[in-house]
C-alpha cells in the first residue's frame, strides 16, 4: 500500500500538528502518546516515510532502536520504571491505527496495560508534566 502523506505522524513530522516532544534528531522523532496505555507511554518514529517495518529501511530502523533505547533509558531514570514494554503493529490486520511507522515505548509491565489501545485521550498538562520528567533524564 503507498504511505499515505495526510497520516497524523506526517503531519507531526511537517509541524502542521503539534506534539508533545521529547527527542529530535536527524532520523527520528520521540513524542508522548495522547492516548496513554499507561504513564509515560510515548512513541518513537523514523522522519523516512515507511507505512510498517516492512517498508522501513534497515538505516531508518537501525536509527528508531537506538531512539528508543534513550527513551527507555530515560523512563527508566525519569519516571521510575523497572520494565519498558515495546510494542510495534503493521498493518491494520494487526490493529496499527497510524499508517506511519512507529514504536510504542511504554513503562511498567504489560500486565499493567489495561486501558484499551488509541481510545482515551490524557489531559495534556499531565501529559507534559510527565514529559518534562522523561525529558529531564534523557
Ligand atoms: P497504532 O495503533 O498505529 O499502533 O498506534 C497509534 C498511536 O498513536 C496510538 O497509541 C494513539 O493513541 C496515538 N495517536 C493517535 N493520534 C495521535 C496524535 O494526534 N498525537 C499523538 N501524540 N498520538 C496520537
Redesign the pocket.
Known amino acids: 500500500m503507498a504511505y499515505d502523506t495526510n497520516n497524523?505522524f506526517a503531519k507531526?513530522l511537517r509541524g502542521e500538528?503539534p506534539?508533545i516532544k521529547l527527542f529530535e534528531d536527524e532520523h527520528t522523532l520521540a513524542?508522548?502518546?495522547?492516548?496513554p496505555q499507561a504513564e509515560g507511554h510515548a512513541?518513537v518514529i523514523p522522519k523516512e516515510p515507511a507505512t510498517t517495518l516492512f517498508e522501513l529501511s534497515d538505516a531508518a530502523a537501525a536509527a528508531c532502536m537506538a531512539t528508543v533505547r534513550r527513551i527507555g533509558n530515560a523512563q527508566k531514570k525519569g519516571l521510575g520504571a523497572e520494565g519498558i514494554v515495546l510494542m510495534q503493529?503493521n498493518g491494520a490486520a494487526a490493529?496499527?491505527?497510524?499508517p506511519h511507522f512507529?514504536i510504542?515505548v511504554i513503562p511498567g509491565s504489560i500486565a499493567d496495560l489495561r486501558k484499551p489501545?488509541?481510545m482515551v485521550m490524557a489531559d495534556t498538562d499531565q501529559l507534559k508534566a510527565v514529559a518534562e520528567r522523561i525529558i529531564g533524564a534523557i
Request: aromatic share 6%.
Open positions: 497524523i507531526i500538528i506534539c513524542f508522548m502518546d495522547i492516548m512513541l503493529l490493529g496499527q491505527t497510524v512507529h510504542h489501545h488509541a
